[in-house]
């Protein structure tokens, strides 16, 4: 079993849905991430969260440290939005040390 | 925020011989930079951890004669991939750790052939 799962693998989506894109982990953690990466390989950060919940823009992610679990929505889908989202989780162990989640492949048609 | 130039983002070399690949922060002074390898479908994998001044720390399984590391200042890091082979072929982007997360180069791909 992965230390940092995430659901589903693949998703498309019409343009205007909401999405969820979940991610669970089973090791400790000081921090998790979402990061994501466009077809060319470019990956930007988008959150990095400790507890509770942030937004950006259309973009929200929560995380829930008691269930060791975490969400990024996206609300009011676009095209440009197609890309694949990394779910990653700096350890306790080392601050230093992140685990990256497998992606969820996000295809956002008109 | 930070922003990373890396660079060159894409190399195609000959069997054999080593590439050199650049990660420069533009505008923060890095002491500590990551460097990460993605095979096609999977996910990022993190060699080493490159340290100003002193030697990386790398990933058990990756091979520090293979994969030099060089961080001579608090704005460049380096990897070169020494006698490349086509196994070698993968996408290879660094970053650096700020106190909101992380920022990434725009990564390298190396096709060895």
């Known amino acids: 079993k992965n230390e940092v799962e995430q659901s589903p693998q693949n998703l498309t989506a019409q343009e205007g849905e909401f999405i969820t894109i979940n991610c669970s982990y089973s090791?400790?953690?000081?921090?998790l991430h979402w990061l994501q990466q466009h077809p060319g390989g470019g990956i930007v950060s988008l959150f990095m969260?400790?507890?509770g919940k942030k937004k950006h823009g259309r973009l929200i992610a929560t995380i829930n440290i008691q269930e060791k679990h975490s969400s990024l929505h996206i609300t009011a889908s676009h095209p440009r939005d197609s890309a694949v989202y990394i779910c990653a989780v700096s350890t306790k162990t080392s601050y230093d040390k992140v685990i990256f989640g497998p992606g969820t492949s996000l295809s956002v048609i008109p | 925020g930070a922003v990373v130039s890396q660079h060159p983002s894409r190399v195609i070399c000959k069997s054999g011989t080593s590439v050199k690949i650049e990660c420069r922060s533009l505008?923060?002074?890095?002491?500590?930079m990551f460097w990460y390898r993605q095979f096609p479908k999977q996910s990022l994998m993190l060699m080493a951890t490159?340290?100003?001044?002193?030697?990386?720390?790398?990933e058990q399984g990756v091979e520090k004669d293979k994969f030099l590391i060089n961080h001579a200042s608090l704005t460049l890091s380096t990897l070169t991939v020494t006698s490349a082979h086509p196994e070698d072929s993968s996408f290879y982007i660094c970053s650096l750790q700020q106190n909101y997360g992380y920022t990434f180069g725009s990564g390298t791909r190396l096709t060895v052939v």
């Open positions: 090791v400790g953690i000081s921090a």
């Open positions: 505008d923060f002074q890095a002491t500590t």
């Open positions: 969260l400790s507890s």
């Open positions: 490159s340290n100003e001044g002193s030697k990386a720390t790398y």
